[in-house]
């Protein structure tokens, strides 16, 4: 059956409209970005399908564009759509650390450093530079590495903290193993880096790991 056909209190866009966006399942939000469908599936079963196949919403949208591409109903403009989409949640998590204190909003943290990690399959470091009101200055990926390390070296974060003037830092690496807790080596770099960057009066407020859905805060666990 046709959407048009359904009743009016069960199509996506208007449940959305009469009810809110958090009160739609992850297949009618998708439904609501695809539009249209195919010519065997209405667009919330063209969801449901896509959802199924890739086993989430999170590898749906994780897909390159030859996967994604391979899918009736998809195709180039929706994969820029997408991308489009997801390039616009990352700059407004950004926007609003950029005027919120960062270290009293750790949600909004965690968030943003998800959207600028949660692709990765390699490890990457991140470093957030922010200024004496706990406030986003500026991100840096400063290291990218193998599939389970990163070389980061202190020279060069203390450096990127002095010209961007930041008073506070916060670290973020990945692990694209999944595992959330940090490793041994984890600790002791965060360690060096805190000591190299109390040396010129720059604040580290914490280190966050990010292992697909899940994060862990070195603050939260009583690690600095």
């Not at 407004?92 to 399959?121: G, M, R």
Request: aromatic share 8%.
């Amino acid at each position: 059956m046709k959407i048009m056909e359904w009743p009016l209190g069960e199509r996506p866009r208007e449940r959305l409209l009469t009810q809110g966006a958090a009160n739609l399942s992850d297949a009618e939000l998708l439904a609501i970005f695809l539009r249209t469908g195919t010519k065997k599936l209405n667009v919330v079963d063209l969801a449901r399908y896509l959802l199924h196949d890739f086993q989430g919403l999170k590898p749906l949208l994780e897909a390159d564009f030859a996967t994604f591409n391979s899918y009736p109903g998809l195709g180039s403009a929706k994969f820029c759509q997408l991308q489009a989409c997801l390039e616009l949640t990352k700059r407004y998590l950004e926007q609003s650390l950029a005027l919120e204190q960062a270290f009293t909003n750790p949600t909004t943290v965690k968030q943003y450093l998800k959207s600028l990690l949660y692709q990765h399959k390699r490890e990457h470091f991140y470093l957030l530079l922010l200024n004496n009101q706990n406030q986003l200055i500026h991100s840096d990926l400063l290291f990218k590495g193998t599939i389970n390390s990163s070389e980061v070296h202190p020279r060069i974060v203390v450096e990127q903290a002095l010209k961007y003037q930041a008073s506070a830092v916060i670290f973020a690496h990945n692990h694209p193993s999944g595992a959330a807790a940090p490793s041994d080596a984890d600790i002791a770099l965060t360690k060096q880096l805190k000591k190299a960057l109390k040396l010129v009066d720059i604040r580290t407020l914490d280190h966050i790991i990010v292992a697909h859905s899940k994060t862990y805060s070195f603050a939260e666990h009583g690690l600095l």
